[in-house]
């Protein structure tokens, strides 16, 4: 992007025009492409990548995850009709019980390698009201913190955006500084969306309630979420009686006429604590 004169974020159309010319930039340098992430990318831009590399007689790899479908509404065409697929199933990230719950919402039930361990149960707090929220962290952060796991290890991410996050405004919770960037000067605050592809012994997401629920794309991005988690995950939920209640029944699909926390957890296979 920066050899085709583009500043800033490039367009869709700026991409295109810059694969189209690639033979007449001075030195492309590359023959063989591998694409992460495939299934986010704009399908035109595959197409025309793959036939790059076929030009140099170069090998083209994509590797791509459908349940982390949260950037576009369908996989690219190109991937769909790819000629030739291997399937990776193996999940070598999570231990057993949060690969368990990730894939809950969205009915995936995971295949971890042999020596996956079990790990602890999900715990999802539920706090109902904004005076009991920093403190129920700051308490989480704490204890990870005691059991000397590094700061660059614990990571809160929202299923919302910073800006309509519950943490929009802070600069820190308790005496840990939230910080855009991950280093050991303090705990990383982002967006699952923005997390996606990494990975961090502790994972806690906030800001969930029922709209984390109510569709694919949604459910989808608690996956990707959960799924960063490699060691221990906790949810934070902040909700009274009638929104614990629209959680329950978004996740479920069904009317719950009782015990909706035993229906959240039993579904999500977490320690509900309040």
Known sequence: VREAGISGVPTDEDIIEYLNKYDEIGNWGYKHI???EGQ???AIHLSLLATISDIQNGVFYVFYDKNQLVQRPVLPEWVQKAECRLVLRRNCRNTHRIATTAGRP???EPILWEKAPDGKTPNFHVVGDDKSFVP???ELISKYIEADIPLNQIVILTSKTEENSVLAGLDKIGKWPLVNARNTDGILFTTAR???GLESAVVIIVDVNASTF???ESRNLFYV???RAKDFLDIIALLD???????GEALTNEHITKNVAGRIASTLKVRITR
């Open 241 to 247: 009686g009638e929104q614990m209640q629209a959680l």
């Open 136 to 138: 129920k962290l700051n």
């Open 40 to 42: 986010d990318f704009n």
């Open 194 to 196: 923005k997390f996606k």
């Open 34 to 36: 591998i694409v992460d």
């Open 106 to 108: 969205i009915d995936v």
């Open 214 to 216: 109510e569709s694919p």
């Open 225 to 227: 979420g959960a799924s």
